[in-house]
């Protein structure tokens, strides 16, 4: 059986801190599954650390819906959240219809959408037609363009907007909200006064849970990781390591060997080759 939204409410309830962790495919999912992560996102991050876009505008909802689909597959427990792309739900019937595909298409348990009051209405209705949706506030990634990619609501107004977003997103129904690159203090006072679980991600450990992107949490990538992630395995090094000693070996014919080969009767070979 897998988690649901009710779970992860009483998670809240019971002060039990939530992780959530990014997947995009079969094999992360399956891992995160048997780590037991109990809520998934397939987060629009795919186009930047998948598809090595450099923003996450250029996701479609075919992306998402095959994604979502092979996460979906390679988990079994977890609660899976998809987010709705860029420009996918401006309107009341487009996110209605994008909802509907990925709900059907790829069999996720919930969708994520960025924004405040302004898309309440939208939250409401997909609430009221059995969507499950999670907010997401302060860096909203689909907006960096207007916003920056820096922490957000630093000054009392900005800080006062994202408390009265939050609650409108909970009295529109979300059953849980995201708070990206928001100040600790900020992010700890806004998970005080909500119901719903707030997660965050560079907002302080005040939040009733955690995500992060995979690749981030594991060092897919060389280099400095953002300073909200904490890299806890360095992955990228172990598999260039390991791609590395392959290449070696194939060029100094160390693999294959008859271990990794078939043989085959020399009688049959010579027939075959007409000897
Ligand atoms: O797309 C994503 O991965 C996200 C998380 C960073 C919250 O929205």
């Known amino acids: 059986m897998r988690i649901t939204v009710f779970d992860i409410q009483a998670m809240k309830e019971s002060g039990q801190r939530i992780a959530m962790l990014t997947a995009y495919d079969h094999p992360s999912a399956a891992l995160a599954e048997r780590a037991e992560v109990p809520m998934l996102l397939v987060g629009d991050s795919l186009g930047m650390v998948v598809h090595g876009a450099d923003t996450t505008l250029p996701v479609t909802l075919d992306d998402m819906i095959r994604h979502a689909r092979a996460v979906v597959r390679g988990s079994s427990r977890a609660l899976v959240v998809a987010d709705l792309p860029f420009l996918t739900y401006a309107t009341e019937g487009d996110a209605i219809a994008s909802a509907r595909r990925v709900m059907q298409e790829a069999g996720v348990q919930a969708l994520k959408l960025e924004g405040g009051i302004s898309i309440g209405p939208t939250v409401r209705r997909l609430t009221e037609l059995g969507v499950p949706v999670m907010g997401h506030l302060g860096l909203t990634p689909q907006a960096q363009h207007t916003l920056g990619l ?31 690159l928001v100040p600790a203090p900020l992010a700890a006072a806004v998970t005080q006064r909500l119901r719903i679980p707030v997660i965050g991600i560079g907002a302080g450990a005040g939040c ?68």
């Open 150 to 180: 820096r922490v957000q609501a630093r000054q009392a107004e900005a800080a006062r907007r994202l408390v009265e977003d939050a609650l409108a997103l909970q009295d529109a129904g979300a059953f849980a909200l995201v708070l990206e």
């Open 208 to 275: 009733d849970g955690q995500v992060q992107v995979w690749h981030d949490l594991l060092g897919l990538f060389p280099g400095k990781s953002p300073r909200h992630a904490k890299r806890y395995a360095d992955i990228g090094s172990a598999i260039e390591e390991a791609l590395r000693a392959y290449v070696g070996d194939v060029r100094s014919g160390a693999f294959p060997t008859a271990a990794q080969s078939s043989g085959m009767d020399p009688e049959e070979l010579s027939r075959a080759l007409g000897g």
